[in-house]
């Protein structure tokens, strides 16, 4: 079946621009996750959904970057004013349901890179 | 705070030539430790969850094992295309998310 589907592949904005960054997750996966991941890092988590609640933004840098899943599917981050330390790849993840049970692994897009000029 | 640190950061082995990859990690409280591979330009792919000390699982040329201060990634015999990073990841249930690793980039030569 299919995948996570990320999009854009790739972002490319200038310093200042907003940005609004897509994910499809797999049909019926309640739970949904971004991270960010830099150049030579691990991901690092961002926020978590369950259905259409935000239930975790503790990984946010910034409240230039906002987060939404109105009808607890499609989800997008958007990120204001984008700075230059900005430019990283960021990845969404679904899961069956992880609040219930961490037992169902996460599945990951592609990603999205971002880069801030 | 929940750490994990893996090593070495890159290992580059001959085609048949075995080794082990380390994830060390510290955290108040593990539930369960994942092994993901990612490849250049692609999202992480899931292999393994680990959620006690002794535990084993297997898969094709790789086997995950779990302590209650590390886990290892052992692949026997690899081939070129078990090239990838590696990224371990833990999850305490404190919240929600995994931290992960640095990764570990492995490139088998033929």
């Known amino acids: 079946g299919a995948g996570v589907s990320q999009s854009p592949r790739y972002k490319v904005a200038k310093r200042g621009q907003d940005v609004a960054l897509r994910c499809d997750p797999i049909s019926g996966h309640v739970s949904l996750f971004w991270y960010q991941q830099a150049l030579g890092q691990g991901p690092e988590f961002l926020t978590y959904f369950q259905n259409e609640a935000q239930l975790d933004k503790s990984g946010l840098p910034s409240d230039r970057f906002f987060a939404e899943r109105p009808e607890g599917s499609v989800s997008t981050l958007k990120i204001q004013r984008t700075q230059q330390e900005d430019s990283a790849v960021y990845l969404c993840?679904?899961?069956?349901?992880?609040?219930?049970?961490?037992?169902?692994?996460?599945?990951f897009g592609n990603g999205t890179r971002l880069t801030v000029t | 705070e929940d750490q994990v640190t893996q090593s070495p950061e890159a290992l580059r082995l001959q085609e048949g030539e075995s080794s082990s990859l380390n994830c060390s990690y510290t955290?108040?409280?593990?539930?369960?430790l994942f092994w993901y591979r990612q490849d250049p330009g692609k999202g992480p792919e899931f292999l393994f969850t680990?959620?006690?000390a002794g535990e084993e699982k297997e898969k094709e040329r790789l086997k995950a094992t779990l302590t209650k201060k590390e886990s290892f990634l052992h692949i026997t015999a690899p081939k070129p295309e078990d090239s990838a990073t590696y990224l371990c990841a833990v999850y305490t249930g404190a919240n929600s998310k995994l931290t992960f690793g640095k990764g570990i980039t492995l490139s088998v030569r033929p």
């Open positions: 680990l959620y006690s």
């Open positions: 955290v108040s409280g593990l539930r369960g």
């Open positions: 993840a679904s899961s069956l349901s992880w609040r219930s049970s961490y037992n169902s692994p996460l599945h």
